[in-house]
């Protein structure tokens, strides 16, 4: 087990320094651009592709880092560069997560290649979970996938929202309900190849931020997928079905959710992302405080903004603390009995809310401009108390797991 340390060794501050290098050469001039067209950046994956950064065999090499700090230094670096460009590189990672999690060792060679494609032809992924009633309720999910055992298919049918690259991916990774008397413990996750008919996207989301990610609902109509496209196979499902049976006819209901306690390990990978776009805002307002004068003097002079700086960056350390800790607990296999993923999200969401809005205020009506980045990286942190559970989904689950409660 690796000693937990809040200093990154050579081979980490290489990696850091040159994915810090992509992020300002690369994404933050694209940065603006992409923001107004609200489309996702294709000619930036294509580079980041380039260099290695958008590819299965990076993210598994941060991924399984011994430290943990692989995953959370990269999502720093990345979104320090811009967040929606950064989500469109990482939100491929999701759905590949969820076939290395739970798929076979065939699946996992057939399809994730072709999640991401080649340096000349890119391709993305989308993990669809969401649903227009079930967003943190997973129990409440109804798309529903039934077994056709005289084909050996089984056939979707529902509707997902807030897919990153939903509709345009090459690969689909879907949760559905296959037996519904189970709640949440009755759900698989079945790949859905590329041009499999009745899988369209529905509205594609205008959003306030991360507006260079497309999001958007997919549409599954009659979908019909070969049985080897559910993610682990029929056998291993049904055995997980039958103990999960067996377990509500003794009262295991209250056994812990699955589905959140998944959430609850990769909750400080956002919580990173948070850190890094709070860490860009910071930056430029301590910058612009630095330069910028009135009354004759610099306006970091002043206490009022002197000391706003000073709990910017107090709070980035911490939450960035908080992040590092719950990713070498994840890594360490150390359980998270104070909800420390939760709480490591949390805080570095919140933090990111509060640094962006007060770097707009630093900067003054050149903050509310668009001509300077603090306006668009407001915009952009919104998302993080949101996605990937609410704050308030958050403090539920702290809540809940110092209580001794189950999370459900």
Known sequence: MAEFTMELNDEQKEVRDWLHGFAADVIRPAAAEWDEREETPWPVIQEAAKVGIYSLDFYAQQYFDPTGLGIPMAMEELFWGDAGIALSIVGTGLAAVGVLANGTEEQIG???PQMY???SDVKVAAFCSSEPDAGSDVASMRTRAVYDEAKDEWVLNGTKTWATNGGIANVHVVVAVVDAELGSKGHASFIIPPNTPGLSQGQK???HGIRASHTAEVI???????GSCLLGGKEKLDARLARAREKAKKGGERVKNAAMATFEASRPAVGAMAVGTARAAYEVALDYARTREQFGRPIIDNQGVAFQLADMRTSIDAARLLVWRASWMAINGKPFTAAEGSMSKLFASETA????AQAVQILGGNGYTREYPVERMHRDSAIYTIFEGTSEIQRLVIARTLA???IR
């Open 110 to 112: 057939t399809w994730i």
């Open 117 to 119: 494609g080649d340096a």
């Open 205 to 207: 989301f205008k959003k």
């Open 220 to 226: 599954l109509d009659n979908v019909r997928v070969p």
């Open 353 to 356: 809310k509060k640094v962006t």
């Open 404 to 406: 001794g409660m189950p």
